[in-house]
């Protein structure tokens, strides 16, 4: 697993949290939006990796 592609995915997390926190102190909606949104492409990442582990794992 690419730890570079796993600390990619981290960093789009937090960015998407920070941006969720931003759009419930402004009331934002749009930044909330896109601050889950992130945060789902984060989760999408990491869920990418751990197939390519899995199957890294599986062949070896």
Do not use: F, W, Y
């Given at each position: 697993?690419?730890?570079e ?8 997390n937090?960015?998407?949290k920070?941006?969720e ?15 889950k ?8 990442r ?14 070896d």
């Open positions: 697993m690419s730890l592609e796993r600390a990619k995915a981290t960093a789009k937090v960015e998407g920070a941006q926190a931003l759009g419930n102190v402004t009331g934002d909606p749009e930044d909330k939006i896109e601050g949104t992130k945060q789902g492409e984060s989760q999408v990491h869920a990418t990796e751990d197939m390519k582990d899995n199957v890294k794992e599986k062949l």
